[in-house]
């Protein structure tokens, strides 16, 4: 552990660089993988060229005449070509005969179902154009899309994308301030809603918060509305279109305009800890091109066979990239879902990959951890033979996590990728190849063929095997963001100033003796306990890693002896209980014992939930709030808001 003698600041923990546990590719995938080994060296060799054939796989109007111009901070890529984003997703697929080919298996959380063809996909997207067309939208404006997770929603950005009105997704679980605060920022100019959702066995309302967010905006000229639950809604006549009336009258052809690469596809906000959220913008051609290839590359896609399952939001990015834009391009089958893993029963999501004989399914290791804590017995009822390939992301996968997601629900057969990106990155950049790599529980692994990210110190040089710092990426990439809505100085200050010449994600990472990528988190998150730094993660991992424990979220509180100490917070596994008197030391001797006595939490505490983000992220920072004794700080962005109410009521100091 970190007690070898360094500078303070420099050492990371050891504990997950003595994971041994490896899992080669089953023989039959490799053998006929998409991907191969040669893949990395062939794209480092002519990295624009690799990229060039990625752009490839897409149809363009008229080709690019140069790959990328890169003006540091500044980026364009495939200049000079011009696509249409929903043309490329949709039309030609149905042109070269696949009209009939399912896009999505939709399942809504009452048990209703619906499929839905490419070439039905199409039609709707084609009325949607033209009633959009209609309400006064045009190229360039901004659209806000608030919606469940239903068809029309896919159908909403893809009619935004193919009239060239860059779509701004708001979560349906977010806030009306934060609704309200996007939609000032973005200056849209019609939102597409729905009368509400079904989560969690309700219909939730979603047009009432919009009338409350637009009531003092009279920037927004219409409110589309999608009938989903029937609920009553408030109207405003003149303003409010219903989607039935408005759409399904239109004709269902529209020429579709080529646009130019760098056209503004869509902005998505980040949340940002304290600071006013971020319009992360993202154009079209690079964009495509690399959310396409990752698609096909890193879970191993093929059209012909797979059913693709992203259990996501597609309010969170990753839906945006592996539900709509990648499964589509590539003209792949997917399955969407309307609700929540535990509606009406636990088994929900295992039956969905029963039923529609799921053979690729992605999901965040919060969702991996809440089905730990339910019990492995839950996966065991259902036929899961079709999956082949198991994807994570949004968060480090904690190793205890991975084996059992391997185990529980790839049968001890499929590989599992832990895929990191962000927002900012657009689509996957560090993760194994499901056919090439070796798989390493908690590891990213590598970058993936294409991309130069590298962990360096805080001196950006690069570190050693055995070393950790930041990850950074050191050439442009083509879904690379393309800045900050609006504000430029804050896009080259907030990633381009930490390390000169170099992206900075915001993440700490480490090189494992292999010259493997590990991801620690945030690096706002890193605790600083007697000048030794940990990460939060590190100290999650510990605690999962114990057999009582489901979840496990860190925070750094002042401390006035050590600087910062070591709070934690658990969830325990379902069987378990209360856990008892000494449950508290255990957990403490655990992580000394996993980790060193340095790592040892000043206190743990049992709660039943934990507040987290669309993503499934936790919001560590309110932790610190509770930990610290503090009011708490924003809170639009929880996915459930009640969360701190039931950690107030189990703990003295939160409020
Ligand atoms: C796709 C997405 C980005 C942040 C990112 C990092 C964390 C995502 C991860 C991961 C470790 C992974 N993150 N995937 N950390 N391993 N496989 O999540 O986008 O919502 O913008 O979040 O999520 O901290 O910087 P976004």
């Given at each position: ?301 093929k059209p012909e066979t ?223 306990v007697s000048g030794h ?113 039931i950690i107030a009521e ?6």
């Amino acid at each position: 552990m970190a007690e070898t003698p360094q500078e303070p600041g420099h050492e990371t923990l050891s504990n997950l660089l003595q994971e041994s546990r490896r899992f080669p590719p089953p023989a039959d995938l490799a053998a006929d993988a998409n991907v191969r080994a040669d893949a990395y060296e062939t794209a480092a060799a002519d990295r624009l060229g690799f990229w060039e054939e990625q752009a490839g796989r897409l149809q363009w109007e008229r080709p690019w005449d140069n790959v990328l111009e890169w003006e540091p901070p500044f980026a364009k890529w495939f200049t000079g070509g011009t696509l249409n984003a929903a043309v490329n997703c949709v039309d030609r697929h149905v042109e070269a005969g696949s009209g009939d080919k399912v896009a999505y298996h939709w399942e809504g959380e009452p048990g209703d179902t619906r499929t839905i063809t490419y070439a039905q996909l199409k039609d709707m997207v084609c009325q949607a154009a033209n009633a959009l067309l209609e309400l006064g939208v045009t190229k360039g404006d901004r659209v806000a899309i608030y919606m469940p997770m239903i068809p029309e929603t896919v159908v909403a950005m893809l009619a935004c994308a193919r009239i060239g009105a860059p779509h701004m997704v708001v979560f349906g679980g977010f806030s009306v301030d934060a609704l309200g605060s996007r939609i000032d920022d973005s200056d849209a100019k019609v939102v597409i809603t729905a009368d509400g959702g079904y989560r969690r066995g309700k219909p939730s309302a979603l047009k009432a918060s919009v009338d409350a967010a637009v009531q003092d905006r009279p920037g927004v000229r219409h409110v589309l509305v999608v009938r989903r639950t029937g609920q009553d809604v408030e109207w405003t006549e003149g303003r409010d279109v219903w989607w039935h009336d408005a759409v399904e009258r239109q004709s269902t052809s529209h020429e579709a305009e080529a646009h130019d690469a760098e056209h503004p596809l869509y902005i998505m906000y980040t949340s940002g800890t304290t600071a006013k959220p971020k319009g992360i913008l993202h154009t079209t051609g690079g964009y495509l091109a690399q959310v396409s290839y990752t698609h096909w590359a890193v879970f191993d896609l093929k059209p012909e066979t797979d059913v693709f399952w992203t259990a996501a939001d597609i309010g969170w990015v990753t839906g945006h990239s592996y539900i709509v834009y990648g499964p589509l391009s590539n003209g792949a089958t997917s399955v969407m879902y309307e609700g929540t893993p535990d509606t009406p029963h636990k088994g929900r999501f295992w039956e969905i990959v029963q039923k529609y004989g799921v053979t690729i399914a992605y999901m965040a290791p919060t969702a991996i951890r809440t089905f730990m804590k339910w019990g492995e017995d839950v996966p065991a009822q259902y036929d899961l033979s079709s999956l082949r390939v198991l994807g994570s992301v949004g968060e480090p996968i904690n190793p205890e996590a991975y084996t059992w997601y391997r185990k529980n629900i790839g049968g001890d057969r499929t590989p599992v990728v832990d895929t990191w990106w962000q927002t900012e990155t657009g689509a996957i950049m560090v993760s194994p190849l499901p056919g090439v790599t070796e798989g390493k529980p908690g590891a990213a692994m590598r970058p993936i063929p294409g991309i130069t990210a590298d962990v360096v110190d805080d001196q950006a040089r690069s570190v050693p095997d055995g070393g950790g710092g930041f990850i950074v990426v050191r050439d442009p990439w083509p879904a690379m963001l393309r800045g900050i809505w609006g504000d430029p100085e804050r896009y080259k200050e907030t990633y381009w100033s930490r390390f000169e010449g170099l992206y900075f994600p915001g993440d700490g990472a480490k090189r494992d003796a292999d010259g493997d990528i590990w991801l620690l988190g945030r690096v706002d998150d890193v605790m600083l306990v007697s000048g030794h730094n940990i990460s939060t993660t590190e100290v999650e991992s510990a605690l999962v890693s114990h057999p009582k424990v489901a979840e496990a979220a860190v925070t750094g509180a002042t401390d006035p002896v050590t600087g910062q100490a070591i709070v934690a917070f658990v969830i325990l596994r379902g069987e378990v209980g209360e856990g008892g008197e000494g449950l508290v030391k255990e957990l403490r001797d655990h992580v000394g014992t996993s980790l060193g006595p340095i790592a040892k939490p000043r206190q743990i505490m049992v709660v039943p939930e934990l507040p987290k983000t669309r993503s499934g992220k936790i919001m560590r920072r309110l932790l610190r709030d509770v930990a610290e004794n503090r009011s708490l700080g924003d809170v639009s962005t929880l996915t459930d808001s009640s969360v701190m109410d039931i950690i107030a009521e189990k703990l003295p100091g939160a409020k």
